[in-house]
């Protein structure tokens, strides 16, 4: 089983959010929308300890209690027949945990008759027995046993549930569900674990054997409980137990009976007829401390202890760490123990990985190595962990997305509270709640294939993800952190942007603005779809290439109407002409003839002969590919060719653009805000 979604409400930031699951889920968005709210949520689910403060609870507001419904999906046969009526048809298991400042409940699902509420609600036996008649006397429930004790109500209502299944409906239990180790007998934990890295664990603290500490109650798990199973030493143990007890024996210390008598001659001033008898009590049973770990760890041929290495390594050993604590005993450590294990691999419980920032203190390199391992540990493909890992992580880095993996991406964002309003002094109080935006391939397939002329080949999710691989570059994955993207043909149509921003003084990075080249107007378009559906505004820079040749005008007009559909031009024409508008612009030449046109021949090839020699450039390309070279064009420009020319009416449109999404995501002033 896994978890296929999760309903949260009235948790910190997230008002009421129904956030889908994957194998592998990544949560991105700006700092402050929720992201670590989401795992924290799960955290309180799984942890039977969590009891929520008034701080946990939305605006702060108790009067509402805190809901954290979990949906399983894939259930085996063994899960099903644990959950028994609370498994549905569609093999799916919902349990929820309602949370109040005093109680908490875990609350399954399963098909229950409507009319049978009010008898379940009913509190004392008497009363509730009374209302169990009431309904027994009614058309069609004679069926119902006739009951003398309350004690067998619950027993003949499932009875009847189950044999009229066409009359009921999926509803909430009274929140007797049987939870996990301290609620009934555990099943949920039974069969899934739930495991929590934050962004801040003390690896040291960690790798000290003592109580509490996680290698402690891994060793124990492991370890020690084999040890103290170990043949040779049960049989040390007994003999020294043994020869304990000879060496205090009553004749061994023949002290201790003299000692008696001495005390009896003193007492004996006192009373005459009195004695003291002094006696061994049986011997203790003798316990052996089983040793403790030292732990180290070793980077390239050197060893020290784990506060003295790296926080990198010690990040990933706090993963390796937990990850093995959490699959527990079960899982075999040697080739020798793997021969040994005879619990089958579909018995093991199911593993919910949920990593804040794993990316934290990890170089390049060691991100793209976590990233595949993380996604490799979701397939059931990494050797020696449990074989069904679910992982769900939060990050800031764009190593840790992919764009053909797109639908795995959760982008977070806040947004007003539904009742906000700016004129009501108490609404205009209220904080603004993350939202989640999500897609799928087939989603965004079925965009694209109605954006086609009629008679294109359409597209499907496995051939979007195939396509999608060739876009794969560090400034396409930058765009899932941006409030807003600005898709353009190539790298010298960026460095033209950039340049141009910065000459206007417009700080395009501040404003969450990414400027992406993507490899030609060829694709541009999935892109668009893609970071659209996940609530980032798009805009686009493309070449109407009315002056291409003419055996390559046909392409070219149906890639033009296509793009324009998607941008929603309508109608669409072969060659749209030049014109910069809210979301698009396109131009007939290239940027760097723009350029050229609008600053005059004669001082653009001067502005770029000594821009190339003081930069050591030596070809044409390799100078405005740079976002520095456009912007010292602009500024040897004269003023009214600047303020009228293509290029500042784009930046305008985008900088607009930007403006207009950071209102949308600016908190209320005097809102409080909790992520």
Request: proline content about 5%; glycine content about 6%; charged content about 25%.
């Amino acid at each position: 089983m896994r978890i296929a979604r999760v309903h949260i409400q009235n948790f910190r930031s997230i008002l009421d959010q129904v956030i889908e699951l994957d194998r592998l889920t990544v949560v991105v968005g700006p700092n402050g929308a929720g992201k670590s709210a989401v795992l924290r949520a799960l955290d309180a689910f799984y942890d039977p300890r969590f009891n929520a403060s008034v701080d946990d609870f939305y605006n702060r507001k108790t009067d509402a209690p805190i809901r954290i419904a979990v949906r399983y999906s894939d259930l085996s046969d063994d899960e099903r027949t644990e959950y028994g009526r609370h498994a549905h048809d569609d093999g799916t298991l919902t349990v929820t945990r309602v949370l109040t400042t005093n109680s908490n409940k875990y609350h399954g699902a399963s098909k229950q008759f409507p009319g049978f509420r009010t008898i379940r609600a009913t509190e004392g036996k008497r009363d509730k027995l009374n209302a169990y008649k009431a309904q027994q006397e009614q058309d069609g429930f004679q069926t119902l046993a006739t009951l003398r004790a309350a004690d067998g109500i619950e027993e003949q209502l499932q009875a009847w549930e189950s044999a009229n299944p066409d009359r009921c409906e999926v509803m909430e239990d009274d929140g007797q569900f049987f939870g996990f180790h301290n609620v009934g007998s555990g099943k949920l934990e039974k069969f899934t674990r739930f495991l929590l890295v934050p962004a801040v664990r003390e690896a040291d603290r960690e790798a000290i054997d003592s109580k509490g500490s996680a290698i402690h109650q891994l060793i124990e798990l492991v370890v020690r409980n084999s040890l103290a199973q170990s043949p040779e030493l049960q049989s040390f143990r007994e003999a020294t137990q043994q020869e304990y007890a000879r060496l205090v024996s009553p004749e061994n210390v023949p002290q201790l009976q003299t000692l008696a008598r001495e005390l009896s001659d003193q007492l004996h001033h006192f009373v005459p007829t009195a004695n003291v008898l002094l006696e061994w009590m049986a011997a203790d049973q003798l316990t052996l401390p089983l040793p403790k770990a030292a732990v180290q760890l070793e980077e390239d041929g050197f060893k020290a202890p784990v506060s003295r290495v790296g926080h990198g390594l010690q990040r990933a050993f706090i993963l390796s760490l937990l990850q093995r604590l959490a699959a527990g005993a079960t899982l075999p450590t040697t080739q020798q123990d793997t021969a040994q294990q005879t619990q089958p691999a579909d018995r093991l419980p199911n593993l919910i990985l949920a990593i804040e920032e794993p990316e934290l203190y990890q170089h390049p390199n060691r991100q793209r190595q976590l990233a595949r391992v993380l996604r490799q540990l979701s397939e059931g493909t990494v050797a020696g962990v449990a074989d069904r890992t679910q992982v769900l992580y939060c990050t800031h880095s764009p190593l840790f997305v992919e764009l053909p993996a797109f639908d795995r991406v959760r982008r977070l964002s806040k947004t007003p509270h539904p009742n906000w309003d700016a004129g009501d002094e108490e609404r205009s109080k209220l904080p603004r709640v993350t939202t989640t935006a999500a897609t799928t391939l087939q989603a965004v397939a079925d965009l694209l294939s109605n954006a086609q002329d009629q008679g294109g080949q359409p597209f499907t999710a496995v051939s979007l993800k195939a396509r999608m691989t060739a876009l794969m570059t560090p400034w396409m994955n930058e765009g899932f952190f941006a409030d807003c993207v600005v898709l353009v043909e190539g790298e010298d149509d960026r460095a033209a942007i950039v340049g141009t921003a910065k000459h206007l003084h417009h700080d395009l990075e501040s404003a969450g603005v990414a400027v992406i080249p993507c490899g030609g107007k060829t694709n541009i378009d999935r892109p668009l779809v893609a970071f659209r559906a996940l609530g980032i505004p798009a805009y686009v820079v493309f070449d109407g290439d009315a002056d291409c040749p003419t055996n390559e005008r046909a392409d070219s007009s149906e890639r033009n109407r296509s793009l324009q559909r998607l941008l929603g031009v309508d109608p669409p024409v072969d060659f749209p002409a030049d014109g910069v508008f809210d979301t698009y612009a396109v131009y007939q030449d290239t940027l760097e003839k723009i350029l050229q046109s609008e600053a005059g021949q004669e001082l653009f090839l001067r502005v770029l002969s000594e821009f190339k020699t003081a930069n050591g450039f030596k070809k044409h390309k390799q100078a405005l590919k740079n976002p520095a070279f456009a912007q010292q064009l602009l500024t040897a420009m004269p003023p009214d060719a600047v303020a009228n020319g293509t290029l500042k009416k784009i930046v305008d449109r985008i900088w607009a653009l930007a403006q207009n999404r950071h209102a949308q995501l600016t908190v209320p002033q005097g809102a409080a805000n909790g992520t």
